[in-house]
């Protein structure tokens, strides 16, 4: 089945600095999207985007399908963008496939 | 509204209880999903239901038990589990993107 990675696994920021996560699938996607999960385990829906760019707001997110690889970008990091970040992807169907994601800290 | 409800938000239960999970959504969507988060993992895929038929099942043990009784709702009934079955219970629905409820803490004595 597909394998999807994401880097880092682990990410301290001192507030206000910017950062990138990364996605790596193995195979063609229909659907990413990108998650945070805050410390109450909710999970947050950021971005859907098999392909292309979005922003919203201090956050931004491009797919590169062709490549198979997404990018999330935090700019001008808060303490409560700390969290856990996930993407999850499918390639048709309703079988969808979590990476390990990205734990943030950021520093006041 | 893109919201999934969940409950109960707490749960604990002993190895020989009967107890069951409860999800709704009201957004029309036509699929609805089961997972099972340990600490420090990623969400994992149960069970699934399209049209409120069972679509995905992946090869999870007999004690959890499945049921869509409409549209709207979706439920996790647990029997005979186990401690390790001790876990954040997460119900998502989706559209075109998937939404998850704020998840049931499961706690097997």
């Known amino acids: 089945g597909i394998q999807v990675e994401q880097s880092p696994p682990d990410l301290i920021l001192q507030e206000g600095a910017n950062s990138t996560l990364r996605c790596n699938f193995s195979d063609s996607v229909n659907n990413l999207q990108w998650f945070h999960q805050n410390p109450w385990g909710q999970l947050i829906n950021l971005f859907y985007?098999?392909?292309g760019t979005k922003q919203n707001g201090r956050l931004s997110a491009t797919t590169v399908a062709t490549e198979r690889y997404s990018l999330l970008y935090i700019s001008s990091s808060q303490t409560t963008d700390s969290g856990v970040y996930f993407c999850?992807?499918?390639?048709?169907?309703?079988?969808?496939?979590f990476g390990a994601g990205t734990r943030l800290f950021v520093k006041a | 509204d893109t919201e999934v409800t969940q409950t109960p938000k707490h749960l604990v239960m002993g190895m020989t209880n009967k107890k069951s999970l409860k999800c709704e959504q009201h957004m029309g969507h036509r699929a609805m999903y089961w997972y099972k988060q340990k600490a420090k993992k990623p969400p994992e895929l149960m069970f699934v239901y399209s049209y409120e038929k069972l679509s995905i099942n992946e090869s999870v043990p007999s004690r959890f038990s499945p049921e869509c009784p409409n549209s709207s709702l979706l439920n996790l009934h647990l029997h005979a589990l186990q401690p390790e079955d001790s876990a954040l219970y997460l119900c998502?629905?989706?559209?075109?993107?998937?939404?998850f409820g704020p998840g049931t803490r499961l706690t097997v004595l």
């Open positions: 998502a629905s989706r559209g075109v993107e998937q939404f």
């Open positions: 999850a992807v499918d390639t048709g169907g309703f079988k969808t496939i």
């Open positions: 985007i098999p392909s």
